[in-house]
């Protein structure tokens, strides 16, 4: 099993920017994909982005362009840099973990873009 805990958010004006952390620790080498989700009330959660052992990178549309996410396998973490944040990119955002044994999920970090 892997223990994931995420640090960073909080509230930021729209057009400013955020970096998301996500901690590892437990059996992380046996981690195939690590990402980052975000459920905003009352909606589905969503992939925003993931990266492979490998270092390759997918993103959601909506987010392309304007975050990066970025992996460090010996130190275990996970980044998400937010950048020109809009409203509509406030959530909870979660770190998810996909090993063999399965999926494994952060509690969640709030992101809330307002003015």
């Known amino acids: 099993q892997v223990q994931l805990v995420e640090s960073g958010g909080g509230l930021v004006q729209p057009g400013g920017s955020l970096r998301l952390s996500c901690a590892a620790s437990?059996?992380?080498?046996?981690?195939?994909?690590m990402g980052w989700y975000r459920q905003a009330p009352g909606k589905e959660r969503e992939l925003v982005a993931d990266?492979?052992?490998?270092?390759?990178?997918m993103y959601a549309a909506s987010v392309k362009g304007r975050f990066t996410i970025s992996r460090d396998g010996a130190k275990n973490t996970l980044w998400l840099q937010m950048n020109s944040l809009k409203p509509e990119d406030t959530a909870v955002y979660y770190c998810?973990?996909?090993?063999?044994?399965?999926?494994?999920w952060g509690q969640g970090t709030q992101v809330t873009v307002s003015s």
């Open positions: 437990g059996s992380t080498f046996t981690i195939n994909v």
């Open positions: 998810s973990a996909l090993m063999n044994t399965g999926r494994y």
């Open positions: 990266i492979t052992s490998g270092g390759a990178p």
